[in-house]
């Protein structure tokens, strides 16, 4: 089931970062190592939540490009984070927050040697390169995204 949501996660996720970089080539806003840079809300009805939280925060929503099932979250004219329809039931694992590292091969690592493990397929580059992300779970299990502003190092080029 966490399997499940996590996958999820990485699919608005991908399709989120695809919606920003068609509307911003740049990193997202930098807030700093230990701050959370972005996050994830699940629902079970996207028209009631945005409606709720747009009225509760004077939040704006922008659609994201290929689904019907995620908007990106706006404040003041940025970009902050995603909401999307859940895939079943909603339980405490769904959502993800981000939050920013300096060093996302550093994180991952550490994360690692206390306990967590690295999600399958992380880290990655954001389109574009304007930063990576990643998901680890930490040893009870719960989902946490790290987000850096720089890409991963570029893999060199084979030799001829």
Not at 146 to 160: E, F, G, I, N, W
């Amino acid at each position: 089931m966490r399997s499940a949501m996590v996958a999820i996660s990485l699919t608005l996720t991908l399709a989120s970062g695809q919606a920003h970089a068609a509307t911003m080539k740049t990193p997202k806003p930098d807030v700093g190592a230990g701050h959370i840079a972005w996050f994830d809300i699940t629902t079970t009805n996207l028209t009631s939540s945005k409606e709720f939280y747009g009225k509760l925060f004077e939040w704006q929503f922008t659609p994201v490009q290929g689904t019907d099932r995620a908007a990106e979250i706006v404040a003041g004219g940025t970009p902050i984070g995603s909401i999307r329809v859940a895939d079943g039931k909603i339980s405490s694992f769904n959502g993800l927050v981000y939050v920013q590292v300096a060093d996302i091969q550093a994180s991952c690592k550490k994360a690692k040697e206390l306990g967590g493990t690295v999600v399958p397929g992380f880290p990655f580059d954001l389109p574009e390169r304007t930063g990576a992300i990643a998901v680890i779970v930490d040893p009870s299990g719960h989902p946490l995204g790290l987000y850096t502003r720089t890409p991963l190092a570029a893999a060199p080029s084979p030799a001829k």
